[in-house]
Nanobody
């Protein structure tokens, strides 16, 4: 499975962006999907995840109420709608896929496949 993230860019604080992650290869809908991010000099951290059914989502406290994760299984694509962006949201955003898990996870170790990342920069 290959994951291709896109949609990053340079925006101002308060703006919105929508990231996309398209899956290709031996894709199956039964993948939980997640977004993680890594700021310069910091460890990669969990942002949001969605169950393969789309029926369950989890968010990091820092983005709850501002970000929304969704998916279109017919298009093998997951989205991250980011509103009211803050400078601290700056980082390289990675999408990831996990297959065969019993529940959606916040842990990086639960994810089997990773995309290459898309850069989001929020200026103050």
């Amino acid at each position: 499975v290959q994951l291709q993230a896109s949609g990053g860019g340079l925006v101002q604080a308060g703006d919105s962006l929508r990231l996309s992650c398209a899956a290709s290869g031996r894709t199956r809908s039964m993948y939980d999907m997640a977004w993680f991010r890594q700021a310069p000099g910091k460890e990669r951290e969990f942002v949001a995840a969605i169950r393969w059914t789309g029926g369950s989502t989890v968010y990091a406290d820092s983005v709850k109420g501002r970000f929304t994760i969704s998916r279109d299984n017919a298009k093998n694509t997951v989205y991250l709608q980011m509103n009211t962006l803050k400078p601290e949201d700056t980082g390289n955003y990675y999408c990831a896929a996990a297959y065969g898990r019993i529940a959606v996870s916040r842990s990086q170790s639960a994810y089997d496949y990773w995309g290459q990342g898309t850069q989001v920069t929020v200026s103050s």
